[in-house]
């Protein structure tokens, strides 16, 4: 359940209430004050001298209005004041002092939550979660080798930033404003038409700055990013393939566009974890994996030296979240325990605390147009010994949204971010007991 703006105010913890009891009773004070130094007689001329045109039955009534205004002013003068200040020195904020104090004191205190992924399954997640704490590290796969990333990678030799956009706008104070310039594609222009600006961005600044995650931390600042975006590696590395038929297919993009099944990918070379992201996972309260292409998204990340070993050491509740869909050559039949089966090949399942299903089916005419493309819904089958001891989650999760030009499915983000406060006792105690799910 969101929280209106104007109750924000009121919630424990913010340090709001004390000062303002602390400034009602310096208001207290100075009129005691006053009348202390009129005097009982210069207070009875002063109160002659202002009520004399007052009907006596009127005094009380009016009196009472007195009141209630002189209370609303100093409300209503000490908010527009401090709103202001908050508009001079943040102009971000837009001015709400409830949801500048909100963002401060309660989604700062809220548990660390770790989201490990890549493409749109990860960013989506984000884009819920955000609501329920500050505290949110992406840790992000850098494979891709595709579209404008990969062309990136290949002339520029920088990493692929498109997962990390993605990842960043899905964060952003303003995700709306920015996607809106960050998500162009060029049209037009030699060696540019087809790139997004965000991907352009992010390369540049990994040029001005001399590496990628200082570009990030600097696409972070002026996006007003709510939490942080991390790189699983910054070694440029490649994702490889081997399929059932014997055959190497090197790249993300290109094992992706196969549709040969895989029997296991690796990398072109040992990678090592980004420092900042191990500490995020070692000091996380809740771990969470997926959605997202199992073998090009998810899997890239656990494959990074230190990435697995260090998920399977954290005591964080950690949480599987299912695909709601199969692809086409990658995860061609793949039941929801064939996607475990292979994520147990990496992680210790059994220290698990949850595996969340979807239950919601999509919408006949556009499961229909998956089916035609060599998807379908991930069919549910964990029973008895093929949970691997996990509790499985199930509930209705589905969403339908426009995505290049047609309708998607995707996971609810506030559907999920909610259910993930329900189950996950660090989000639950950090937040049920303000207020209601």
């Known amino acids: 359940m969101r929280v209106p703006s104007a109750l924000k105010l009121l919630l424990p913890g913010l340090g709001v209430k004390r000062w303002f009891l602390l400034a009602a009773g310096g208001v207290v004070l100075l009129v005691f004050g006053g009348l202390c130094l009129l005097g009982e007689g210069g207070v009875r001329s002063l109160y002659q001298a202002l009520v004399q045109f007052l ?3 009127w005094r009380p009534a009016a009196g009472a209005l007195l009141v209630a205004g002189g209370a609303l002013a100093v409300g209503l003068g000490t908010g527009l004041m401090v709103r202001g200040i908050l508009r001079a020195v943040s102009p ?4 709400s002092v409830a949801e500048a104090l909100y963002q401060a004191r309660i989604l700062k205190a809220a548990p660390k939550v770790v989201a490990i992924g890549g493409g749109t399954g990860l960013s989506n997640l ?6 329920y704490t500050a505290n949110l590290t992406a840790v992000v796969t850098v494979m891709d080798t595709g579209g404008s990333s990969g062309r990136l990678r290949r002339e520029l030799d920088v990493l692929p930033p498109g997962d990390v956009r993605n990842c960043l706008l899905a964060l952003a104070a303003d995700e709306e404003r920015m996607a809106k310039f960050l998500q162009h594609r060029f049209t037009a222009g030699e060696g540019l038409a087809g790139h997004a600006l965000g991907n352009i961005l992010l390369a540049g600044l990994e040029q001005a700055t001399g590496s990628f995650d200082r570009a990030i931390e600097e696409a972070s600042y002026f996006l007003s990013v709510r939490g942080q975006v991390l790189p699983a590696t910054l070694d ?3 994702l490889v393939a081997e399929l059932v038929d014997g055959r190497t297919v ?3 993009a290109e094992i992706a566009a196969d549709p040969t099944p895989i029997r296991r990918v690796r990398l072109s070379a040992p990678a090592r974890a980004y420092a900042r ?8 309260d809740v771990i969470l994996i997926g959605p997202g292409s199992l073998y090009t998204s998810i899997l890239p990340n656990l494959l990074v ?4 070993a260090a998920i399977n050491r954290s005591p964080a509740e950690k949480f599987v979240i299912m695909n709601l869909m199969t692809e086409p050559g990658e ?4 039941t929801a325990y064939d996607h475990l089966k292979v994520l147990a090949q990496y992680l210790d399942l059994r220290r698990f605390t949850g595996i969340i299903v979807n239950t919601e089916p999509p919408p006949p005419e556009i499961l229909e147009r998956y089916r035609a493309e060599g998807s379908e819904p991930v069919k549910d089958d964990l029973r008895g010994g093929r949970t691997f001891g996990v509790r499985v989650i199930r509930a209705p999760l589905l969403t339908v949204v426009e995505m290049e030009g047609k309708p998607t499915v995707k996971h609810d983000p506030m559907k999920l971010a909610k259910l993930l406060t329900r189950e996950s006792r660090a989000l639950r105690h950090s937040w049920t007991r303000w207020f209601s799910p």
Do not use: M
């Open 250 to 252: 090197v790249g993300e």
């Open 55 to 57: 009907p006596a039955l």
């Open 92 to 95: 971000k904020s837009e001015g």
């Open 126 to 131: 984000l884009r819920g979660v955000k609501h």
């Open 277 to 284: 992201a191990l500490q995020a996972i070692e000091e996380a």
């Open 331 to 334: 995860t061609l039949g793949y």
């Open 236 to 238: 440029k590395v490649q």
């Open 305 to 308: 030296d230190g990435i697995a």
